[in-house]
C-alpha cells in the first residue's frame, strides 16, 4: 500500500475534512501522519505528501522544511498552499496591529511579516488548487490518473443555459432573490466567474444555485497571465450577456468576500515569482 501523509499548515482544515469525505482511498493507502485525526510528533518516510495551508508562522516553516525532505512526491492542495488563501487575510493591517501586539500574543508562534505560498519555500511536483477540492480531485491526485478528465473551465461542466434576453441592469448580492435553476447565474445577474475558474469540481456551487467564486483558480488561458488579462475578459463576459456597469462590475470582484479565492488569480505580480507551469496544475 502506498503511504502518505498530509501535513497541515495555516488553513482551516477544510481541506482534510474533503479528503476524508473521499473514503475510496482507505482500503489502498496507509495515511502515515495528518494531525486532524491522529496524533504524531513527526512525519515519517512517506511516497506521497499533501501539503494544506500557507506559510504564516515560524513554525510553519520549520514544519514545511523538515517534511519536504521526507517525501518522494510533495503536493500543494487547496487555496491557502497555493496562494496564501484565509490565511493571507491576516496580512491586512487592523489583523498585523492585533498580532502583532506582544501583550496580546503569548503561546502565539512567531508570525512571519506576510503569509506566503508554500512553493515560495520549496519545490512542488503538483498543485491541486480548491477551497476544498473535492472529494474526487483528491482520488485523482492519489491514484496519479492519468486520463483524468477535466472541463478547461467550471462553465464548460456547469452548462446552464444562457439567454440572449436575459439582461440584469445591476448586480445582486449572493444570497439574493430567487435562483432560476436551469438559466445560467450571469443572465440572472450573479456575479459568476465560472467562465475564467479551472474545472474539476463539477460546478457544484453554480448547478446548486450558487455563483462560482473562483476557489479552483484560473483556468490554464489565465494561469501564466497577468491579472489585468483577467479582470478584462470577465469584464468582455458581463458587458456581453448583461447590462450591468462595468464599474459595478469591477468594484464587485475586489470586494473581500472574493478576496480570498482572487489572489489565485493575481498572486504572481505581488510576490516576483514566476507562474506556476499549467502542467503541474491539477
Ligand atoms: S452559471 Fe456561471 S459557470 Fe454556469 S454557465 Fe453561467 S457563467 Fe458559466
Ligand atoms: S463552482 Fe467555483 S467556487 Fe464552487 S467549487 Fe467549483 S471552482 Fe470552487
Redesign the pocket.
Known amino acids: 500500500m502506498k503511504r502518505f501523509a498530509v501535513l497541515q499548515l495555516s488553513g482551516c482544515s477544510g481541506c482534510e475534512v474533503a479528503l476524508l469525505n473521499a473514503e475510496q482511498w482507505i482500503d489502498n493507502y496507509d495515511l502515515e501522519y495528518m494531525t486532524l485525526v491522529m496524533s504524531a510528533y513527526e512525519i515519517p518516510e512517506v511516497e506521497i505528501l499533501l501539503i494544506s495551508g500557507g506559510i504564516r508562522s515560524e513554525v510553519d516553516l520549520y514544519k514545511l522544511r523538515r517534511a519536504v525532505c521526507k517525501a518522494d512526491q510533495v503536493i500543494a492542495v487547496g487555496t491557502c498552499a497555493i496562494s496564501g488563501g484565509v490565511a493571507n487575510l491576516g496580512d491586512r493591517q487592523a489583523v498585523n496591529e492585533i498580532f502583532l501586539n506582544e501583550a496580546d500574543r503569548l503561546h502565539l508562534p512567531d508570525i512571519l511579516p506576510t503569509c506566503r505560498p508554500i512553493d515560495t519555500e520549496v519545490d512542488v511536483d503538483l498543485y491541486l488548487p480548491g477551497c476544498p477540492p473535492t472529494p474526487d480531485l483528491f482520488m485523482a491526485v492519489l491514484e496519479e490518473k492519468p486520463d483524468l478528465k477535466i472541463a478547461r473551465?467550471?462553465?464548460?461542466?456547469?452548462?446552464?443555459?444562457?439567454e440572449r434576453d436575459m439582461r440584469p441592469k445591476h448586480l445582486l448580492g449572493f444570497q439574493q432573490g430567487e435562483v432560476l435553476s436551469d438559466?445560467?447565474?450571469?443572465?440572472?445577474g450573479?456575479l459568476?466567474?465560472?467562465?475564467s475558474?479551472r474545472g474539476g469540481c463539477q460546478?457544484i456551487c453554480?448547478?446548486a444555485g450558487n455563483?462560482?467564486v473562483g476557489c479552483r483558480g484560473p483556468s490554464d488561458a489565465f494561469i501564466e497571465k497577468d491579472s489585468q488579462v483577467w479582470f478584462k475578459s470577465i469584464q468582455r463576459?458581463f458587458s456581453h450577456?448583461t447590462d450591468i456597469p462595468g464599474t459595478e462590475i469591477d468594484q464587485a470582484l475586489r470586494s473581500p468576500q472574493l478576496s480570498m479565492f482572487l489572489f489565485q488569480f493575481a498572486d504572481y505580480a505581488d510576490i516576483g515569482q514566476a507562474p506556476r507551469p499549467k502542467e503541474k496544475v491539477i
Do not use: F, S
Not at 473551465?153 to 444562457?162: A, H, M, N, Y
Not at 438559466?183 to 440572472?188: A, K, S
Not at 459568476?192 to 467562465?195: E, K, S, V, W
Open positions: 473551465t467550471v462553465c464548460q461542466e456547469c452548462g446552464l443555459k444562457k438559466i445560467c447565474l450571469v443572465n440572472q450573479y459568476c466567474i465560472g467562465t475558474t460546478a453554480t448547478l455563483p462560482c463576459v450577456m
